[in-house]
């Protein structure tokens, strides 16, 4: 077996949103490879993360699916043979990326709602930006029911979220999403909260969250190992 075989395909990241989560990604990946004692190999775009929020925002979803196809060109010109972005809100796009990219893509969506049916789970609540919450994270769990916080509870979790993503996230605002997440379970009925925002996976992790959880990038990590060790 040649070293390429060993180390198994190049994956092509699409970072910076925001660079805490690109790094979550990669020390994760490599600490997977390690246990495995296999090198990845591993190449990174750096997206505009004010950009894919201006997008969303607008909802210009062909606009962001085109400018995420336009990094991933590049990750392929570089040799990248798989993709996957580091972000959960991006896949509001993942249906027209996955026609237009070049490379196969390591779907968030399809993995996380995997793991919620393998865990047998019917209700359950997110934590995440506001169009990952209220979109009920992009339809991809349209088949259980989600839990739809009040109004003023997303504008809180949207807001403390974006501050984690900038750096800016005290403990005090990772008490208050662990009290919202408690009360999702206990008012709501929620199973297990999902954490749907690769910068809340730095913070929160089952032995310190205080509620049952699903750790969206966890999964998605995970799932990127197995696709590139194939």
């Known amino acids: 077996m040649n070293a390429t075989a060993q180390e198994g395909r190049c994956l092509g990241l699409i970072g910076g949103l925001g660079p805490g989560a690109t ?24 997206a505009d993360v004010h950009r894919v929020y201006a997008t969303v925002t607008a909802k210009d979803f062909d606009g962001l699916a085109h400018y995420l ?11 990248a043979e798989v993709t996957a972005i580091v972000a959960a809100t991006p896949h509001i796009c993942a249906d027209r990326l996955v026609a237009l990219s070049p490379l196969p893509l390591v779907n968030m969506l399809a993995e996380v709602a995997g793991a919620v049916h393998r865990r047998g789970l019917k209700r359950v609540a997110l934590l995440g930006t506001r169009f990952t919450v209220e979109t009920r994270m992009f339809g991809c769990l349209n088949d259980i029911e989600v839990v739809m916080p009040q109004a003023d509870e997303i504008d809180r979790i949207h807001r403390i979220y974006s501050d984690f993503v900038t750096g800016r996230g005290s403990d005090a605002q990772m008490e208050e999403l662990r009290k919202l997440a408690q009360t999702f379970v206990a008012r709501d009925g929620a199973q297990a909260v999902l954490i749907a925002g690769t910068d809340l996976s730095t913070v929160f992790t089952e032995s310190n969250a205080g509620f049952p959880m699903i750790d969206c ?14």
């Open 69 to 79: 196809a336009g990094l991933i060109t590049q990750l392929a010109a570089g040799g």
């Open 23 to 46: 790094v979550h990604y990669y020390r994760e990946l490599v600490a997977a490879y390690e246990k495995q004692a296999r090198v990845p190999r591993l190449l990174i775009a750096h």
């Open 217 to 230: 990038a966890g999964v998605h990590i995970d799932a990127i190992v197995q696709r590139l060790l194939e």
